[in-house]
Nanobody, 124 residues
Framework: QVQLVESGGGSVQAGGSLRLSCAGS????????MAWFRRAPGKEREFVGG????????YYTDSVKGRFTVSRDGPKNTVYLQMNSLKPEDTAVYYC?????????????????WGQGTQVTVSS
């Protein structure tokens, strides 16, 4: 089993930045890829970005390209989501997820483990 714990959410004004962290514990050696998803009020869960556990490949949804960066600290078993130039439409609960396969998928059903989520609120 793998446990994921997110942190770093909060409230920020439009144009500001936040960095989310997702710390993994347990059988992290079984992880092949990790991703960030978000769910805004009244909307479906949305893929934000992902990274292979090796850290060599990343993938982002179009709406965050150039603003968000996913990175990984191997020794700390932690994945980060650096969010810059935040917009009110980025307001959501952000979740990290991990999968045993080594590919990054945008479908949440392809992920095996999930964190509890952290709220991000961007005001205009």
């Amino acid at each position: 089993q793998v446990q994921l714990v997110e942190s770093g959410g909060g409230s920020v004004q439009a144009g500001g930045s936040l960095r989310l962290s997702c710390a993994g514990s347990g059988r992290t050696s079984s992880i092949g890829a990790m991703a960030w998803f978000r769910r805004a009020p009244g909307k479906e869960r949305e893929f934000v970005g992902g990274i292979t556990w090796s850290g060599l490949l990343t993938y982002y949804t179009d709406s965050v390209k150039g603003r968000f960066t996913v990175s990984r600290d191997g020794p700390k078993n932690t994945v980060y989501l650096q969010m810059n130039s935040l917009k009110p439409e980025d307001t959501a609960v952000y979740y990290c997820a991990a999968r045993r396969g080594i590919s990054i998928f945008a479908n949440g059903s392809d992920y095996d483990y999930w964190g509890q989520g952290t709220q991000v609120t961007v005001s205009s």
